[in-house]
């Protein structure tokens, strides 16, 4: 794959889960349901597991390479086409017409900004990228418990995520064919909408922009 050139950073992925660890295990578990071709089931939480562990460890997940996660998937994806993605042709963060994102994180910058949608997307990975990074938020070490916030901050970074698959989809689709990127491009979205369907991790109305191709891409496998 020829990524494309980022105008300011490239994001490291995230480290390995440690083998031997019980969130290995999960994460094999999950490899092998993702390799018998059926994305609904590999992302079903097995008889007995936690939760908390169980959406850590598919948030690890990748649908081609194992043991590589959405986050990296999508910063992956967008890297083929931040030749298309700039200040001029996206001055604001969109998808489509109807939908624009404002940043904010609460930190940094608590009052939403609006942003071209490079600057909104390098806001958002490099954000997301410190969450994976803190090992009091996603644990890797054996026998540390999740914190309270756990599935609050998991739902955040999956809700943020989304919005680059929404812009993607809506903004820089006609690349993606160019590229021959669209079955990649599709089978992990379609991955990832499974998991966050399965336990509700993302408000429907979040995934409005999408929604058409939701259904399109989900209808066979109900």
């Known amino acids: ?7 300011s950073k490239t994001f490291k992925p995230k480290k390995n889960i440690p083998e031997g660890s019980h969130q290995y295990e999960l994460l094999k578990h999950a490899e092998a349901t993702l390799g018998s071709g059926n994305l609904r089931m590999a992302v ?9 562990e169980w959406v850590a460890v598919n948030s690890k ?5 194992t043991a590589v996660d959405f986050f990296n998937q999508i910063n992956m994806l967008y890297g083929t086409i931040t030749d298309f993605c700039t200040e001029e042709s996206c001055p604001v963060m969109s998808a489509g017409p109807k939908y624009e994102y404002h940043w904010a994180d609460g930190t940094n910058i608590k009052k939403p900004i609006k942003c071209s949608a490079p600057k909104y997307i390098d806001y958002l ?3 997301v990228q410190d969450q994976l990074d803190d ?5 890797s070490k054996i026998g540390v418990p999740f914190p309270k916030n756990f599935m609050s901050v998991a739902k955040t970074i ?18 993606v064919i160019q590229l021959q990127e669209e079955a990649h491009l599709n089978t992990s979205f379609k991955h990832f909408i499974f998991f966050v369907q399965e336990f509700n991790l993302i408000d429907r109305r979040e995934l409005a922009p999408l ?9 066979k496998d109900r």
């Open 135 to 139: 090992e009091t938020l996603f644990p």
């Open 1 to 7: 794959m020829t990524l494309g050139s980022r105008s």
């Open 125 to 127: 990975m490099t954000w």
């Open 158 to 175: 999956l809700k943020r995520l989304f919005r680059v698959y929404a812009h993607i989809y809506h903004q820089h689709f006609d690349p």
């Open 44 to 52: 079903m939480l097995p008889e007995g597991e936690d939760l908390n």
């Open 211 to 219: 929604q058409e191709l939701i259904e399109k891409l989900t209808s």
């Open 61 to 65: 997940t990748d649908i081609c390479f």
